[in-house]
């Protein structure tokens, strides 16, 4: 089946760090891909959205200078915490989707950021 | 604004009995609508997806149902295991490339 893989799993580091995690469509061609994030026992709260080549879409509130997003190609997007701070602790999760709307998205198994 | 509401939000249940999760949704003008189940720390993993044309969708013990028209889903799963026991999502693809998942329904499963 489709496989997503999303590197790190687990970042520990300092306030005022700049963090990437790599979310990689491993046996498809990923032409929409999306950046979520999840509080403790709380759903997913849609960061953004991008399609390969073009800016990401990103969703009200989040903050395009903090979380930059690089759709490069059609295996790999890039999720970069700039000057990370203690609040931006938390879990993050990529997922890519092939094709139009009503294809399944799949998702990687996502990175536990913690901020000291 | 699509808004997915899935109850209950926690269930605790013997091994071996039969269970429904429930997902509703307010706008039926949705793509598909996935069920997908997330355990402790990890990502998520898809179990059905049902598209709009579609009534419901089958896997092992798993049966996802649709009804678009009243904007709801179930997820019913029989012969309840403790491997089972994790948090259930349902999510609606909606215009506009976005999904909007549910709140979950924690489940555990006791030997």
């Known amino acids: 089946g489709a496989v997503v893989s999303q590197h790190p799993s687990w970042v520990i580091c300092k306030s005022g760090t700049s963090v990437k995690i790599e979310c990689r469509s491993l046996d498809f061609q990923a032409t929409t891909m999306f950046w979520y994030r999840q509080f403790p026992k709380q759903s997913l709260m849609l960061m953004a959205t991008?399609?390969?080549?073009?800016?990401?879409?990103?969703e009200q509130g989040v903050e395009k200078d903090k979380f930059l997003i690089n759709h490069a190609s059609l295996t790999l997007s890039t999720l970069t915490v700039t000057s990370a701070h203690p609040e931006d602790s938390s879990f993050y999760i990529c997922?890519?989707?092939?094709?139009?709307?009503?294809?399944?998205?799949?998702f990687g198994d996502g990175t536990r950021l913690s901020i000291l | 604004k699509q808004e997915v509401t899935q109850i209950p939000a926690a269930l605790s249940v013997p091994e071996g009995e039969n269970l429904v999760l429930n997902c509703s949704f307010t706008?039926?003008?949705?793509?598909?609508l996935q069920w997908f189940r997330q355990d402790p720390g990890k990502g998520l993993t898809s179990l059905l997806l049902?598209?709009?044309?579609?009534r419901e969708q089958t896997s092992g013990r798993l049966n996802a149902s649709l009804d678009k028209s009243s904007g709801r889903s179930t997820l019913y799963i029989a012969a309840s295991q403790p491997g089972d026991s994790a948090t259930y999502l349902c999510a609606v693809a909606t215009g506009g490339f976005k999904t909007i998942f549910g709140a979950g329904t924690r489940l555990f499963v006791k030997a």
């Open positions: 706008d039926s003008a949705i793509y598909n």
């Open positions: 997922s890519a989707r092939w094709g139009q709307v009503n294809q399944p998205q799949h």
């Open positions: 049902i598209q709009s044309s579609q």
């Open positions: 991008s399609n390969e080549g073009s800016k990401a879409t990103y």
